[in-house]
């Protein structure tokens, strides 16, 4: 039987006509394949890396309404950001939810001609936002939300009720309000999700990963980076979801013509995760949503047992990857400083970093915080039409997806057939009544393991892993099985160790990764992938390059888990 990743490659051999070609499988560009292949159209989905391996991997993993948008005016976005997050509180309730979120406040009318002075066309930084217009931000949330509620209204506490809940904090505080949106605990996994439940409804669509697109004329070949082996393919339409490569990808797609002007302008966003025991019992289980000095919104929350921290807000020059520099770093750390002033806070405390460029509209405005983080879909003439998706924000993908999928479906003169709004996703069907009581006998640490990453699918994990032989823990701290990598490898699109340990699974971000679990999990993959023990070494020094210049971990962090990992 062919791998996963042969069977793709087979279906394009045996018939290489679609329908609609999807370029980038970030979240946007997973999200309008999954949608018009729910339409009965054929869909080819190509990245050049992983699934979710750019600037989707590398969010705030805040599903949220976008409070700060309202002062940009953008009370469009804001209602359908809301009605999108709690689309994805009802569809994927296994990797999304609730997030109890306070706002210190230290003045009250400052800041309440923002939203005026973004309309009049002021470009600087914003007002201090005082008690006045923050007060009115969430009024408007409810007021959105007000029907089918499904989080509470917000409310006002005093400097003293403020400090009593969380002593930690400023003593510059006048009150502080509360409100809730929500976060998501695996956002690479939600984008894998919709593609297996694409191949679930829709047999005949194909995703590719680490494949590269090319063309010429109306015609297309798709090329296998994993051994070079090419495939002509055709296509009526193009989407193109490569989001901050956008303006690339539109002149490597269309060489022989005048490029059009740019129509993204990136801003890179770095974000900490901190092991700090302290400042977790600080947050208490909230996150905390605070204005820094030079006007920038910064969060702090807790996640997955750690504390997720940021963000940077700063303008590239052209799309690239990218790594949280040392200076961002002081930048994050500072502002958490200014906040928890009687907390400790220290580069020691970190466990892994990320970055990412967000791919927003192409704009002239001097301060980055007032770049819209709205979404459009611009169509390019060529042999084979273009729809480039342009700007667009994790929380919204599916509405943005629903609205290139709507111009491509015009274009091919085709009927849409369903909505993707009350769709569950992956494990999120039928994930209230499975329950965490897995299976009588089963860890309680493994149990909420494949509860919390797998959903309703958990079952389906158990079940594999029953039909492998010695099928044990690769760590005594560590949940994860031999069992469990066997099914990540064969059954989502595994082609490399740092899918595995960066995107499948949570055990980086979390800064559990030790040097000695690196090399059992390479060990249990190089059995199914029945990889020589040159590129099992091969695959560990990548990965561990990859964590030492982009994610802040390194060979000496790596080895030092070792030790604090044991029972």
Not at 2 to 15: C, E, G, T, V, Y
Not at 160 to 177: D, Q, V, Y
Not at 206 to 223: K, R
Request: glycine share 8%.
């Amino acid at each position: 039987m062919p791998s996963q990743r042969q069977a793709s490659f087979d279906a394009l051999s045996r018939d290489a006509g679609f329908d609609v070609l999807v370029l980038g499988a970030g979240i946007n560009g997973i999200g309008v394949y999954r949608d018009l292949a729910l339409q009965g159209l054929r869909v080819l989905l190509v990245e050049r890396n992983d699934f979710c391996s750019g600037c989707s991997s590398a969010p705030s993993r805040m599903i949220h309404g976008g409070l700060r948008y309202l002062e940009n005016g953008e009370f469009n976005l804001v209602r359908e950001s809301l009605a999108e997050r709690d689309a994805l509180l009802r569809n994927a309730p296994h990797f999304v939810r609730p997030l109890p979120t306070t706002i210190p406040i230290t003045s009250v009318f400052s800041g309440t001609l923002n939203a005026a002075a973004s309309f009049l066309g002021r470009s600087g930084k914003p007002s201090r936002r005082g008690a006045l217009p923050i007060k009115l931000g969430l009024a408007l949330y409810d007021w959105v939300t007000r029907k089918d509620r499904l989080l509470p209204r917000h409310s006002i506490q005093s400097a003293a009720a403020t400090h009593r809940a969380r002593p930690s904090l400023t003593n510059e505080l006048i009150c502080s309000a509360t409100y809730y949106d929500a976060w998501i605990s695996h956002p690479e996994r939600l984008g894998l999700e919709l593609i297996l439940d694409t191949a679930r409804d829709n047999a005949t669509c194909v995703a590719l990963n680490y494949s590269e697109l090319s063309a010429s004329g109306n015609e297309f070949t798709v090329t296998n980076r994993q051994d070079g082996r090419t495939y002509p393919v055709k296509s009526t339409v193009l989407v193109n979801a490569t989001g901050a490569w956008l303006d690339e990808a539109i002149n490597l797609l269309r060489p022989a013509q005048n490029p059009p002007a740019p129509l993204v302008s990136g801003t890179k966003g770095s974000h900490l995760i901190l092991d700090h025991p302290a400042l977790m019992q600080a947050l208490k289980g909230h996150m905390v949503y605070f204005e820094n000095d030079d006007g920038r919104v910064c969060i702090v929350f807790p996640y997955l047992g750690k504390v997720l921290a940021g963000s940077t807000d700063i303008r590239v020059d052209r799309a690239t990857r990218v790594r949280c520099e040392p200076e961002e770093s002081d930048y994050i750390l500072d502002s958490l400083r200014r906040v928890f002033p009687d907390i400790a806070i220290t580069s020691e405390q970190i466990v892994f970093s990320y970055s990412g460029i967000r791919p927003l509209p192409k704009s002239d405005h001097d301060f980055t915080g007032r770049i819209s983080r709205g979404h459009d879909v611009r169509r390019i003439d060529g042999p084979v039409p273009q729809f480039c998706m342009i700007g667009g924000k994790w929380t919204t993908f599916r509405a943005f997806a629903e609205q290139t999928a709507d111009a491509v479906l015009h274009e091919l003169d085709h009927r849409r057939r369903a909505s993707t709004r009350n769709i569950a996703i992956g494990g999120g069907e039928g994930f209230a009544r499975v329950g965490p009581a897995l299976r009588d006998g089963l860890e309680p640490d493994r149990t909420a393991h494949l509860y919390a990453t797998y959903g309703s699918r958990a079952k389906d994990v158990l079940a594999f892993c029953d039909n492998i032989p010695d099928d044990h823990r690769l760590d005594d701290a560590c949940p994860l099985t031999r069992g469990e990598i066997a099914f990540l490898a064969t059954q989502e699109h595994v082609t490399s160790l740092s899918d595995i340990v960066l995107r499948r699974t949570t055990l980086a971000v979390t800064g559990q990764l030790s040097q000695n679990l690196i090399a059992s999990i390479a060990d249990a993959l190089a059995q199914i992938k029945d990889w020589s023990d040159e590129e099992t070494d091969r695959q560990i020094n990548a990965t561990c390059d990859e964590l030492r210049d982009f994610h802040g971990v390194s060979a000496q962090m790596l080895k030092s888990r070792n030790t604090k990992r044991k029972i």
